[in-house]
């Protein structure tokens, strides 16, 4: 089975401009989840998507919205970048179950965002 | 919101030691607490997970204790090799389908021949 996929690897952009990343979850997994990593730190929660409904919402600014689609694959969009938007972005898919409360979290490889 | 702390931010460990990481979260409804593996440009990955109904768990070198009282949690890596050597993060999350970590801010362990 394939895992979590995400698209494109790595993209170079300049202040101002928007960018959109792709992520493809696991087979059968419903739930997908944004974070960012800055280097040298943790991620950080961004969104969290479930059967295509925003489950929640980290502290980020309305410059970053997202969107999941019938086949639970998800877009991640970012408008008038920041320098300091550069980091590794990941996709997390996860199989939550409700008895037992959150799933394990598969990561994607990350979209690697340099904003100049 | 949640909170997690993580300590020690750097660890130097000879091979065959014994390597302990500490974590301490703030919100008592967190149930879930993974700990991931993250090696330089890689994703991270999970090695061990525990939930809130229990206190201890272990896979061959890798254990996790819990404890709920004191809302801290900590990883135990026995007979450590080189290719344990990565940024380790703990996590706290909370819910049945939400599935929203918070991560400490890592432990780059360094096992040395």
């Known amino acids: 089975d394939a895992g979590v996929t995400q698209s494109p690897t790595h993209l170079i952009k300049t202040r101002g401009q928007h960018v959109t990343l792709r992520c493809s979850p696991i087979s059968g997994h419903k739930s997908v989840s944004w974070y960012q990593q800055v280097l040298g730190q943790g991620p950080q929660f961004i969104f969290q998507y479930y059967e295509k409904e925003e489950r929640g919402r980290g502290n980020f600014p309305d410059r970053f919205s997202a969107r999941q689609f019938p086949n639970y694959s998800s877009e991640l969009n970012v408008n008038a970048l920041l320098l300091g938007d550069s980091a590794l972005y990941l996709c997390a898919s996860s199989l939550p179950r409700a008895d037992l409360g959150p799933g394990e979290l598969f990561f994607g490889e990350g979209s690697r965002l340099t904003v100049l | 919101g949640e909170n997690v702390e993580q300590h020690p931010s750097t660890l130097s460990v000879q091979e065959g030691d014994s390597a302990v990481i500490k974590c301490t979260y703030s919100?008592?409804?967190?149930?879930?607490f993974p700990w991931y593996k993250q090696e330089l440009g890689k994703r991270p990955q999970l090695i061990i997970d525990i939930r809130s109904n229990v206190g201890e768990k272990k896979d061959q070198r890798i254990a996790v204790t819990l404890n709920k009282t004191a809302k801290h949690f900590s990883l135990h890596i026995t007979e450590t090799q080189p290719e344990d050597s990565a940024v380790y993060f703990c996590?706290?999350?909370?819910?049945?389908?939400?599935?929203?970590?918070?991560f400490g801010t890592g432990t780059r362990l360094q096992v040395t021949l």
């Open positions: 996590a706290a999350s909370y819910g049945g389908t939400a599935s929203k970590l918070t």
């Open positions: 919100d008592s409804a967190s149930n879930y």
